[in-house]
């Protein structure tokens, strides 16, 4: 077990760091809900077919509705809104917006019958992510996003916030959102084979993300002739690599072990997507992106750090030994 959890922290650790800049490199030239609602279609039809082909039982209604607002939430509200970003936002920086995410677990995690306590270190590295992250929104354009916020968080608010404005507050909005499906992954009746409930949450929220972006237009506007050979291979890495093999280790790390721990991937993610953005698409390291970021780690360690978690239990001696 221990193994199968390391490897599964690897994947997700790296893989999905390297996801964003292949979601720039796919938006630049297909839609971003229809590249996402028919990645997670995809992997998912895939997956469910595995799964019942490795004999998991058919899931009922119940296991249905629970994944379908998983996959609303971590889908829908939070991958497809991170493509839809990425349009006007350096991958680099919208990993380490979306690195924020961890905080909205923390405080997410205040409510329920699993409540976490919050103590002065926690509360202290809360507020310097929330800082961190204060530090990237008033001032994008330095970070990454050209042209946001040249005036600061209050000009942005007004009548000259920069087009990326929008889509950096947004992004804040995806990590509240992959924040709660991750609490609630483990509160709702997911099927217990995890390769299963992947791919419904996979299926259930491509479905509903394609019919956002057909609502939105994206369908009726989509000419596949303009898709260049280099977004089809971005998209198909994100079918493979991110969906099938990323998603499945995270929704299965999420049901053995705590969602706090979880999301330390936070820590590996937006490193990996600032050098691949920087190495291999020219992305700027502003000023502010320099600044922000290790506020934000820093405010990570504190929120996460192991003191914070559960301890195991310790087995006696001589249960240890054989």
């Not at 229809?34 to 992997?43: I, K």
Request: proline share 7%.
């Amino acid at each position: 077990m221990k193994g199968r959890i390391l490897a599964a922290f690897a994947v997700v650790y790296l893989v999905w760091g390297s996801t964003y800049l292949a979601i720039r490199v796919a938006v630049a030239t297909l839609p971003p809900f229809l590249l996402s609602g028919t990645r997670f279609v995809a992997a998912g039809l895939l997956l469910y077919a595995w799964a019942r082909v490795r004999g998991a039982p058919v899931p009922g209604r119940r296991e249905w509705l629970a994944s379908l607002a998983i996959g609303i939430l971590l889908v829908a509200g939070a991958n497809a809104v991170v493509g839809w970003a990425e349009q006007q936002v350096s991958s680099g920086l919208a990993a380490l917006i979306v690195a924020g995410m961890p905080l909205w677990v923390a405080l997410f995690q205040r409510v329920g019958p699993d409540t976490k306590p919050l103590g002065a270190a926690r509360v202290a590295g809360l507020l310097l992510g929330f800082a961190g992250l204060v530090v990237l929104l008033s001032g994008g354009g330095a970070a990454g996003a050209a042209g946001a916020c040249p005036g600061g968080l209050a000009a942005c608010l007004g009548k000259h916030a920069s087009p990326a404005t929008i889509p950096m507050l947004a992004l804040v909005g995806a990590s509240m959102s992959w924040a709660l499906g991750s609490v609630l992954s483990r509160r709702v009746p997911l099927p217990a084979d995890k390769t299963l409930a992947s791919a419904m949450s996979m299926l259930a929220g491509g479905v509903v993300t394609l019919g956002v972006g057909a609502a939105a237009g994206e369908l009726a506007a989509f000419e596949p002739a303009r898709v260049s050979m280099v977004s089809v291979a971005a998209w198909a890495y994100l079918v493979v690599f991110g969906s099938m093999l990323g998603f499945t280790c995270f929704t299965w790390l999420v049901s053995v072990v705590d969602p706090t721990r979880v999301a330390t991937y936070a820590y590996v993610n937006p490193v990996v997507a600032l050098f691949l953005g920087w190495w291999l698409a020219g992305e700027p390291l502003g000023a502010r992106t320099l600044v922000a970021a290790p506020i934000i780690l820093v405010g990570l360690v504190l929120v996460l750090r192991p003191e914070a978690l559960p301890l195991p239990r310790r087995r006696p001696r001589a249960e240890v030994a054989a």
